[in-house]
């Protein structure tokens, strides 16, 4: 049995926008879905001044903006969330590049090669989701893993030039 109010913080439901969403390599389709389902597994989620949750949440890109669209649990919109993509891009650039090197090292290069390249990802990771967090500030509470998984979900979306 649930505790009352268990949920209030909490995303119940994650979808993203099909036609913002870029393919990827396997290895960052891989990470998205890891990222989608420790989301939905762990969360801490709060819209400031809003109702309390369980939340629904739809990420997209709309008109080069990066829209967080929140439901309640009853499919009921709550609010929508709109924040300028220029902050992210050189971020969201710079982790793919790493990234990319990252997966090109793990097949041919040894092991102090490979950690020193995951620690600059795992930096960059850190960046976007404190840079997530600082952009969401007054219109959403999370804690740092759940930016971290939704900064994961940024990247996995097509931002076009």
Do not use: W
Not at 57 to 67: N, Y
Not at 128 to 157: M, N, P, V
């Amino acid at each position: 049995m649930s505790e009352p109010g268990k949920d209030a913080r909490r995303i119940v439901d994650v979808t993203l926008d099909e036609q913002s969403v870029a393919r990827r390599s396997p290895e960052v389709e891989h990470e998205r879905a890891v990222a989608l389902f420790d989301l939905l597994e762990e969360n801490n989620f709060a819209l400031v001044g809003g109702e309390p949750g369980p939340y629904k949440l739809s990420i997209g890109i709309f008109e080069q903006r990066l829209v967080f669209s929140v439901h309640g649990a009853d499919d009921r919109k709550l609010r929508d969330i709109i924040l300028s993509l220029t902050p992210f891009r050189k971020i969201v650039k710079d982790y793919f590049l790493i990234c990319g090197s990252y997966y090109a090292a793990i097949k041919k290069l040894g092991t102090a090669q490979i950690e020193a390249l995951d620690m600059g990802r795992r930096g960059l990771h850190n960046e976007g989701s404190e840079l997530l967090r600082e952009r969401l500030a007054g219109k959403i509470e999370l804690d740092l893993d759940t930016a971290r998984r939704l900064f994961t979900l940024i990247c996995a979306l097509h931002i076009k030039d």
